[in-house]
């Protein structure tokens, strides 16, 4: 009985354990199945990080920055010196290309004519040329003695004017051909054409004062009446420099006494002016120069400082040709205007 009772137990075991097998043995295709997968998705993950760190070759890489342009070249001009003789004294102005050159020619002036007997200033601009007629130039000084005459050296040029005798203005050519070989001359006018040009001046000057007269006096005048009449007189500058002569005190005062005496709201422009002769920038930087001075002058005879504008205009609005003295001379000029 009890034999019968385990082979029984033993039989029941048997068939648990088939079953048992037979349960996993449907589990395992399953199992495979989802290892195959989980592997499969860590080694694409793996692909795309190494593409991902280093991408094909041949692949573009980041575009480089774009190259700056580069800078336009700086335009030269050639370096310019006027000289102007008169009492004795000389007179300088001008640019020229570094500080041994600007240095080379006040040391020249100052042998020649005595450091007492020599004023004026010079700039330096690394765009002015070399200035070819330096070399030469201290040698031709001691014989630069005509009073009244201006020379002006720029390039492979050298201008003579000012009002000088036909004798004198001959010798002085005669001079410079000798110092400076190869080099052209311009600016020659006669004696009669300086002459001409003095009297202009003058005749100028007697129409202003004329004018101012008239208007302050009679009163009730116009802005437009004002400008006219401040236009027939003429600013005496120093030569190369803002530095407004003492011959034209009287003037000054005469149009500050008019400009205070016009109607309520007045304004006007004092606009500086130069002939073309020498560097555009500092025929600029010159007329502005002049242009304050004027103004300057006129408030310290006691016009408002709120009724006038100073401006400026270098040698781009002559009126007049630059080709001989007399049109130089008219573009050289104070020029009013009413402003609104």
């Known amino acids: 009985g009890a034999r019968q009772a385990g082979d029984a137990v033993g039989a029941g075991l048997d068939r648990a354990g088939d079953g048992a097998r037979a349960a996993s043995g449907r589990w395992w295709p399953w199992l495979l199945l989802a290892a195959i997968v989980i592997l499969g998705f860590f080694l694409l993950r793996g692909c795309q990080s190494r ?23 700086a335009t030269q001009f050639d370096s310019r010196l006027a000289l102007s003789r008169a009492g004795g004294k000389v007179t300088y102005e001008g640019v020229v290309d570094s500080e041994a050159s600007k240095t080379a020619i006040v040391d020249a002036l100052t042998r020649a004519f005595g450091a007492g007997n020599v004023s004026g200033s010079l700039q330096v ?8 007629w330096l070399p030469a130039l201290a040698g031709f000084l001691p014989q630069f003695t005509a009073d009244g005459a201006t020379l002006t050296f720029e390039g492979n040029k050298i201008d003579l004017s000012g009002q000088i005798p036909d004798a004198d203005r001959s010798g002085l050519l005669d001079k410079l051909k000798a110092a400076f070989g190869g080099f052209s001359f ?18 100028s000057a007697e129409a202003a004062k004329e004018a101012l007269g008239k208007l302050t006096a009679g009163g009730g005048y116009s802005a437009d009446d004002l400008v006219k009449a401040l ?18 005190d009287e003037i000054l005062a005469k ?55 100073a401006k400026g205009y270098g040698q781009d609005k002559p009126v007049a040709d630059n080709g001989s003295e007399a049109g130089r001379a008219q573009n050289r000029r104070i020029e009013f205007t009413v402003q609104p």
Do not use: C, W, Y
Request: hydrophobic fraction near 40%; charged fraction near 20%.
């Open 125 to 132: 601009d690394a765009n002015a040329r070399t200035p070819g």
């Open 51 to 73: 593409e991902a760190a280093a991408p094909a070759a041949g692949a573009p890489t980041t575009a480089p920055a774009p190259a700056e342009p580069a800078p336009a070249p």
């Open 186 to 203: 311009g600016g020659l006018f006669q004696a009669g054409e300086a002459q001409g040009v003095g009297a202009a001046v003058e005749r």
């Open 231 to 248: 236009n027939l007189m003429i600013v005496h500058f120093d030569t190369g420099s803002a530095n407004i002569s003492r011959d034209s």
């Open 255 to 309: 149009a500050a006494e008019a400009i205070k005496n016009a109607p309520a709201g007045t304004r006007i422009e004092v606009g500086g002016h130069t002939d073309n002769t020498g560097n555009a920038g500092a025929n600029q930087t010159l007329s502005q120069a002049r242009a304050d001075a004027v103004k300057a002058r006129l408030e310290k005879n006691g016009v408002a400082g709120d009724t006038l504008r």
